[in-house]
């Protein structure tokens, strides 16, 4: 008796310094951020990694007793869904309302941005000067007729990408860009960004776009590599931004917990790590980001709240799919 109680203390005890998180984002990408925060605490961290539907899907199923502390995602379209679906409670955090900048994280603080990732234009350093581009809206243009290289409208990216063009152009001249952007389509749309990039170096097409560490990462493999980027709608809107970001779990047991490790995250410490080693923007602007991001200058984000982008994105696919983006 006295030993089934003592285990069962000891279990509670285990189950309070461990901190369980359910992540869509590649393990080996989130590894050095977990490693460093159970260095710095003592705390254990038990991962989980599924796709971001599976998840979504598992926390509602799992409900009260889900063991989830913190949910880790890649687009404010996901996240969006886990705050539609009260997957998420709201965090009250002076650390983080200081370290993330508003348009970075949910109104409500039911999820904060912790690192930033642009998509924007990519294009082929042979054969397109860079005078040639100009903005999204402009690869719709007929002078791109089989050049332009797109991946899938079934990513969320894409999506996220056609919901910001709603927001800011209405939906009939949304409309009208993507017919362009079909009808420039050099070959079938790419189901990532790193086949799309090596599909321009290869010259099957010229122009594409692209979340910008995906060009990094090939650069940091091979300086040389013969693509470009373009910083889109510079004299407009501004270039089209997303996050990677968290949110503490609505039935989390370890609230306080999960608290310290969205803190943690938002910290120059862990910023740095997502600059590094994930090759995306720090969410922090007080934190500087790795020297190959750093070489393509600064730019003019789209600042429209992120989390637009999660209420437009089922009209956005219904946009894509009438206009006929597979
Ligand atoms: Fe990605």
Known sequence: MLAALFSLAL???????????YSARNEQLLKPLLDQFTKNSGTQVQLLTASEAALLARLSAEGASSPADVLITVDAGNLWQAVQKNLLQPLASGVLEKNIPAHLRDPANHWFGMSVRARTIVYSKARVPAGMLSTYEDLADP?????????????VYNQSLVAMMMQDLGEAKTEAVVKGWVANLATDVFSDDTALLKAIAAGQCQVGIANTYYLARLLQADAAFPVGLFWANQATTGVHVNVSGAGVARHSKNPALARKFLEFLSSDEAQKIYSDKDLE???NPAVAADSIIKSWGSFKPNVINVSKAGELQAAATRLMDRAGYR
């Open 143 to 155: 002078k791109w007729r089989g050049k332009l290289c797109l991946r899938t409208s079934k990513k």
């Open 281 to 283: 923007f720090p969410a």
């Open 11 to 21: 279990s509670a005890e285990a189950q309070a310094d461990t901190l369980t998180v």
